[in-house]
């Protein structure tokens, strides 16, 4: 059974920096694509970053120069390094798995953790 459980949110003021982590079990976090994604209350979910397989990333407007996202294959965990944050992003952050090498959809999800940015 595939789980992901998301630890290391918090609060933050303005301009400040949080790291959130993703620890798999019953999945190979080297094997596969990982992601992060977001969502505050009233908008939709989006994706944040994400990396393959190969290592290679990909990053939301938004977020791109600010964020970083990162494996650790030793300890199966993915990470999300967030800095000079700010109110928007405010969400709840949640990674996923993929069932593949390339960043072509997700299937596992974890529930979440909140990240709350003050100005």
């Known amino acids: 059974q595939v789980r992901l459980v998301e630890s290391g949110g918090g609060s933050v003021q303005a301009g400040g920096s949080l790291s959130v982590s993703c620890v798999a079990s019953g999945y190979t976090a080297s094997s596969y694509c990982m992601g992060w994604f977001r969502q505050s209350p009233g908008k939709e979910r989006e994706g944040v970053a994400q990396i393959a397989s190969d290592g290679s990333t990909w990053y939301a407007d938004i977020v791109k120069g600010r964020f970083t996202i990162s494996k650790d294959n030793a300890k199966n965990t993915l990470y999300l390094q967030m800095n000079s944050l700010k109110p928007e992003d405010t969400a709840i952050y949640s990674c996923?798995?993929?069932?593949?090498?390339?960043?072509?959809?997700?299937?596992?999800w974890g529930q979440g953790t909140q990240v709350t940015v003050s100005s």
């Open positions: 996923a798995g993929a069932s593949t090498g390339w960043c072509s959809g997700f299937t596992f």
